[in-house]
């Protein structure tokens, strides 16, 4: 996935209201858009290195977008609504082991009236629902986490999906790291020990959790390199 545009570079001031962010760039202070209203923990230090994508709609208030955060010297991806973006670039060019070669990729496709799901895929006679979870959460130096914050949505999405393989789905969560330079993935269960708690339950049931990281740059971000999963 490559940006539109160029992605200008600043300096974090703050984040506020979960929708701004302010920005030093040179000598100005703007105010972007913040696409990612969660906690974001561990990565809104004041000074840190951030990118900004500019846009010339005139329908928008705010002129920039933040793309990226520069936290303990790696690049972290924010945006949690380029997840998809990046993962579908992924399943169409065949970079998730598991899910190569696909017939059909059908995005945001409804399993029940309450919830739908980032994908579902088809091969031969199998059909497949893949849910994305964003990751932007590391507390050491190669071992990314997720969530970041409780999620009762999150833990809707695992029942969901042990829901699935019910009805003959096969079933994948995908957590889609945004993070350089990791090695590991595994769930933050001190942060949400009831999301660790369901997603060892799905993990029985027959959910097929991968962990993948991203290449990140001011030009792009796509799905590099698949992450070992620890249970601990």
């Not at 049931?205 to 971000?221: H, T």
């Amino acid at each position: 996935m490559e940006f539109t545009k160029s992605l200008i570079k600043g300096k974090l001031i703050k984040r506020y209201k979960r929708f701004f962010t302010d920005v030093k760039l040179d000598k100005e202070i703007v105010t972007a858009h913040c696409p990612n209203t969660g906690s974001m923990k561990g990565l809104l230090d004041e000074g840190n290195e951030v990118y900004l994508l500019p846009n010339n709609d005139p329908k928008r208030k705010l002129k920039y977008g933040l793309e990226i955060i520069k936290s303990r010297k790696n690049l972290v991806g924010v945006n949690t609504h380029m997840a998809n973006k990046i993962v579908e670039h992924g399943l169409k060019n065949n970079l998730v082991n598991e899910l190569k070669n696909n017939d059909i990729i059908k995005p945001e496709v409804f399993f029940n009236k309450e919830t739908r799901f980032d994908f579902l895929l088809e091969k031969k006679d199998q059909k497949m629902f893949v849910e994305v979870k964003n990751v932007t959460l590391f507390r050491n130096k190669y071992t990314a986490e997720f969530p970041d914050a409780p999620t009762a949505r999150g833990i809707k999405h695992l029942l969901t999906l042990i829901d699935a393989i019910k009805k003959s789905y096969k079933t994948y969560l995908i957590f889609l790291v945004q993070i350089q330079n990791m090695k590991y993935f595994k769930i933050a269960k001190d942060i949400d020990k009831e999301y660790y708690k369901n997603y060892l339950t799905a993990k029985k049931a027959g959910v097929n959790f991968l962990a993948y990281r991203c290449n990140i740059s001011s030009k792009k971000i796509f799905i590099d390199k698949k992450l070992k999963i620890i249970d601990d």
